[in-house]
């Protein structure tokens, strides 16, 4: 199959907002909302290309792939999705701890 494109900082924004819808415009809820869970329900394969987006908050990275993780998991995230982030090489890490602590407060409740 093939590998689907999202250009984040040309679909979505160039520079991310805040975890929730009513923090602002471009937040993490709203890209888990209307972009990683349709996506996922279609299972198609996607490279999330994260460069040139200016600086991902950690409440943007909580509220999109934090909530995805508590939602579903980080292994059925990495299934479909790849990240590529060039221009910031420590970004995937940050998306992994993210939904790593999502799953672990998720198996808390």
Known sequence: MIRKVYRFSKSFARFPGGRLINEGPNSGEQFLRDVLLPYFKKGEPVTLDLIGAGGFSTGFLDGSFGEFAALHSAEEFFELFEI???????????????????ESETARR
């Open 84 to 102: 590529r982030a060039d221009d910031d090489p420590g970004l995937e890490d940050e998306i992994r701890e993210c939904m790593e602590r999502a």
